[in-house]
């Protein structure tokens, strides 16, 4: 439940609703870079965005989590004071892949050495940890504009 994130000392865990006190802060702080990487795909993080709907939408993948229907990982510091990321994993909704893995960090971790072990670190423990056999990596080993071409699954 808890995958630490070598070469620092941030960990991933399955998110939760009472984690919307880091959660919101995180995604506003970063919501205009969030929004041109997930915004097309998932009209995500919205402008007008509140804490009550992060709230809401972190109860849907609480729920979600439980229901092994697909995972929302936070990334977070050791005393788990902050949110710095998240990363999904999600059932595929393109053909072409039996999963659908994607993640981000906030704007002031963008291009550090905190963000380049999370990248080294999700395909691996991917391939290790979980049971899938062609994951996709969105934004990743396909761009999201090449994802949102594929034929949707029915």
Same mark, same amino acid.
């Given at each position: 439940?808890?995958?630490?994130?070598?070469?620092?000392?941030?960990?991933?865990?399955?998110?939760?609703?009472?984690?919307? #006190?880091?959660? $919101?802060?995180?995604?506003?702080?970063?919501?205009? &870079?969030?929004? %041109?990487? +997930? !915004?097309?795909?998932? !009209?995500?993080?919205?402008?007008?965005?509140?804490? %009550?709907?992060? &709230?809401?939408?972190?109860?849907?993948? %609480?729920? %979600?989590?439980? *229901?092994?229907?697909?995972?929302? $990982?936070?990334? @977070?510091?050791? #005393?788990?004071?902050?949110? @710095?990321?998240?990363? $999904?994993?999600?059932?595929?909704?393109?053909?072409?892949?039996?999963?659908?893995?994607?993640?981000?960090?906030?704007?002031?971790?963008?291009?550090?050495?905190?963000?380049? *072990? @999370?990248?080294?670190?999700?395909?691996?423990?991917?391939?290790?940890?979980?049971? +899938?056999?062609?994951?996709? $990596?969105?934004?990743?080993?396909?761009?999201?504009?090449?994802?949102?071409?594929?034929?949707?699954?029915?």
């Amino acid at each position: 439940v808890r995958v630490p994130v070598p070469g620092t000392d941030l960990h991933l865990r399955p998110i939760a609703e009472a984690d919307t #006190p880091l959660d $919101y802060p995180a995604v506003m702080g970063s919501r205009a &870079r969030l929004w %041109e990487i +997930f !915004g097309p795909a998932w !009209g995500w993080p919205p402008e007008t965005m509140t804490y %009550e709907q992060d &709230r809401v939408d972190l109860l849907r993948h %609480e729920k %979600e989590i439980a *229901a092994h229907q697909s995972f929302n $990982y936070a990334l @977070l510091d050791e #005393p788990e004071t902050a949110i @710095l990321g998240c990363v $999904y994993i999600d059932p595929p909704e393109r053909t072409g892949s039996d999963a659908e893995v994607s993640w981000w960090v906030v704007d002031n971790l963008v291009d550090s050495d905190a963000e380049r *072990a @999370l990248d080294a670190l999700v395909p691996q423990w991917i391939a290790a940890h979980w049971p +899938f056999h062609q994951p996709r $990596y969105l934004g990743r080993t396909i761009t999201w504009h090449d994802w949102l071409a594929l034929p949707r699954l029915d």
